[in-house]
């Protein structure tokens, strides 16, 4: 079918953009210029973004089966007709993706979907197995009572107790207990041993002697009659499925906690926006039919439908359910919003940015999924573990049975039976297998809730051995909101040029110190010349033409790149220093025209973060592309004893990796481009959420507030969630040890009882569910 599609990746002509046609795939409207479109059968398709058009052009046939409708403003295409199909995942083994719901082939598990909806049907399992509990229970209660009291009530003679369990037992075995037997026999078929080829064999094995026993009494010896009757263990096969039922039930339930998290940030988002049209007019519309430079009202009490910019009123915006800080922010014209925060008092007009997958709270919705999906390094030791631990569960079942059959008391082999089932039930790699990734789902939920996105669970498990922290500067330390402070000029220049040089230039820049003197100058009105040609310096400045005029524009190091004499405006660029102010010096056709001037507030909590990451022995150093002196005095005031200035992205990088090979473990805080080289070096890459999308793409954490205290929070909630797993594991490891052992009859010598397989199936249900249960214990922790 490829060749029947031509791609286009270019604007269309207008003939095409009349169509006004939606995205096929999304269903979202498609505006000018058209980026992305295809050509199938001779129909022309538009696309909002390449992830739809690759859909596209997998699956033609998928988004073609109907019409498209042209006119959407009238007749908008339903949600259910534009959900894509959900994709299902196993909380053991992410890797395994299904299009729908099942078990999963290595594990047996049952799959969840890899991104919740808000309004989710009950789980299809859950509603099945609790049908399947509640029918059987009954018949579990009468067929044991019969075994257990059944000769002393007198109610039934010899061998026709064993029939009338066998009618009871059997719908509760075959009925109730089918799914476990189907998984049981999946496991055998993927040569991929778990917990169900375990409870199959130990079921099967105990129900089958009893049918045999029932009904071919004369096979056996002698030393099997029981009053009258050869022992049966119909109540033992009955009693573990309607145990192990109700033990799914709980884990079932228990686990669809751990994606409250994400359902609750899915629920913030409104599902309505004011549009104030064209003509002024003002309509309550969807949110998916809000589009980028849409002009929307926001009154007080209301959420903010999208990401934007306020271009109308002021008012304090409640951003605490993203960024975790609880005390609201005022915006007033030029500020950012985000959508989902809540407006408190104010009426605000906004513009439109951002908008459905663009918006903050999509990606953060985004992060906190993969995060839950990702494998801790500590899994794969489980994983190891688990691979060879049913193989020896079932090796020990049979030496226990064959030990008990040959050298036991008699009975033996009923001995022999009754401990090799018990081995099979209380074995549980389920326990050992969720371990890690419950805590994983718990603790990214938890730390989305307080502004802290991991990207995946090895940052998780890594934050919390660093022991050496670099940070930057400008927008990690400070606000990475630039004031403009003033600008002086050499003889030959006046300073009013250099500033509008100077801007002129910026105005390609992405740096806050550029925006700064963007703004400046346009508030002195200076009319701005648009560069001819632009560079940017790697991080020490950046260079081009302006009205033919050959200008750099940074700090000392891209001067003495250029070979620029700076010795006449040196000694009052190091006085400014040494007020905490930044120095940027301009050129012109390589002569020294002058500096400018830019402070940079410090962030109110950041000393207290880096105070409390030092008591916690945690070494600070700054690291950037600012003056040495400016640096330097920053620092001082910070506490910070180690300093690095002027330094470039790769000497970030340079300086990420001489400390690793000192066996330092080591994270890197930063928020510009020229940050993301030593973002991704690191340990843990530390990205602040006011920074650029190449810091965050770069870094395994982000800080959606973009505050160190947050690497606190991080670093806090990573201690409990790595205790957590050790718990988990540890006592997955030591239920086994203890509890296979126990189930063999190595105590029978010394105590004269042996473990009931029923008893060994309560263990081994619990044991599943304790490990939920204490990792949802995560919720409650308290990181501030």
């Known amino acids: 079918m490829p060749n029947a599609i031509s791609h286009h990746d270019q604007t269309l002509p207008a003939k095409v953009l009349d169509q006004g046609l939606r995205d096929p795939v999304c269903g979202m409207t498609v505006t000018p210029p058209i980026k992305f479109s295809e050509t199938y059968q001779g129909q022309t398709y538009q696309f909002c973004s390449l992830k739809c058009q690759e859909k596209f052009r997998a699956e033609p046939q998928r988004y073609t089966a109907a019409p498209l409708d042209t006119d959407h403003s009238s007749h908008p295409v339903p949600a259910a007709e534009t959900q894509e199909v959900t994709e299902y995942t196993c909380p053991m083994h992410p890797e395994i993706r299904r299009p729908g719901p099942g078990t999963c082939p290595k594990c047996g598990m049952t799959l969840e979907p890899v991104m919740p909806v808000l309004e989710e049907e009950e789980n299809p399992e859950f509603k099945d197995f609790t049908r399947r509990f509640w029918w059987s229970l009954p018949l579990t209660v009468i067929v044991t009572v019969l075994a257990m009291a059944g000769h002393s009530l007198q109610l039934f003679h010899g061998a026709t107790q064993n029939w009338v369990e066998l009618i009871l037992a059997t719908p509760v075995t075959l009925w109730a207990g089918w799914p476990f037997f189907v998984r049981g026999i999946d496991s055998i078929r993927h040569r991929s041993p778990n917990m169900w080829t375990l409870i199959g064999l130990g079921t099967a094995a105990a129900y089958l002697y009893s049918v045999a026993a029932t009904i071919f009494p004369q096979s056996f010896p002698i030393t099997f009659m029981q009053e009258g009757r050869i022992g049966v263990y119909f109540e033992a096969a009955a009693v573990i499925i309607s145990l192990t039922l109700f033990g799914q039930m709980l884990e079932l339930k228990a686990r669809s906690q751990t994606s409250l998290a994400i359902k609750s940030l899915l629920g913030l988002s409104p599902k309505t926006a004011r549009r104030i049209n064209a003509d002024g007019k003002e309509e309550d519309i969807p949110l998916t039919h809000v589009h980028k430079g849409d002009h929307l009202r926001v009154r007080p009490g209301e959420k903010v439908p999208v990401d934007g910019s306020v271009l109308e009123g002021e008012s304090a915006v409640d951003e605490s359910m993203l960024t975790g800080e609880p005390v609201p922010v005022m915006k007033r014209s030029g500020d950012s919003l985000i959508g989902a925060t809540l407006n408190t008092h104010g009426s605000l007009v906004m513009e439109a940015q951002k908008i459905g997958a663009e918006t903050m709270l999509s990606q953060i919705v985004q992060m906190v999924a993969r995060a839950q999906r990702s494998k801790a390094p500590m899994q794969r030791m489980a994983d190891v573990v688990a691979g060879y631990f049913v193989m020896g569960v079932i090796a020990i079942a049979i030496l226990t049975l064959l030990g008990w ?326 006592f997955a490891f030591v239920y086994n040890s203890m509890g296979i052992p126990l189930a063999a009859g190595l105590l029978y010598p010394l105590t004269g009882h042996l473990l009931s397989p029923m008893i060994a199936a309560i263990a081994m249900s619990v044991s599943s569910a304790s490990v939920v249960f204490n990792a949802l214990r995560l919720r409650n922790t308290h990181v501030d």
């Open 405 to 730: 059959g040959l050298f036991g008391p008699e009975p033996g082999w009923v001995f022999g039976l009754i401990n090799a089932v018990a081995v099979l039930i209380i074995a549980c790699p389920c326990a050992l297998g969720l371990a890690t990734p419950m805590s994983i789902m718990v603790s990214t939920g938890k730390a989305a809730s307080m502004g802290v996105l991991f990207r995946d669970a090895g940052a998780i498990e890594n934050l919390c051995k660093i022991d050496t922290l670099i940070v930057d500067k400008t927008g990690t330390l400070t606000e990475g909101r630039p004031v403009f402070h003033s600008v002086e000029a050499t003889q030959k220049f006046v300073a009013n040029d250099v500033l509008q040089l100077a801007a002129s230039l910026d105005q390609g820049s992405e740096h806050p110190l550029a925006h700064a003197i963007v703004d400046h100058a346009l508030a002195e009105n200076l009319v701005l010349t648009k560069p001819e040609s632009f560079e940017s310096g790697s991080g020490i400045g950046v260079s081009g033409l302006v009205d033919g005029k050959k200008i750099q524009l940074g700090n000392t190091a891209l001067m003495e790149e250029a070979e620029v004499n700076i010795s006449s405006l040196k000694s009052r660029a190091e006085q400014l220093r040494l007020e905490g102010i930044s120095i940027i010096y301009l050129a012109v056709d390589g002569i020294l025209a002058g500096l400018l001037a830019v402070s940079d507030p410090i962030k109110p909590t950041s000393k207290e973060a880096v105070t409390k990451l030092k008591a916690d022995h945690v070494k600070i150093i700054m690291a950037t592309g600012d003056g040495l002196t400016t640096a330097r005095a920053v620092a001082k005031e910070m506490g910070i004893e180690e300093v690095h200035g002027e330094v470039k992205p790769q000497d970030k990088e340079r300086l990420v990796a001489d400390l690793q090979k000192m066996g330092r473990r080591v994270a890197m805080a930063g928020d510009g481009i020229n940050d993301a080289p030593a973002l991704a070096r690191a340990d843990v890459g530390i990205a602040m959420g006011t920074g650029t999308d190449v810091a965050m793409n770069s870094a395994q954490l982000t800080l959606v507030k973009g505050d160190l205290m947050g690497i606190l929070r991080a670093r806090a909630l990573s201690v409990a969630t790595v205790k957590n797993m050790r718990q988990n594991l540890g």
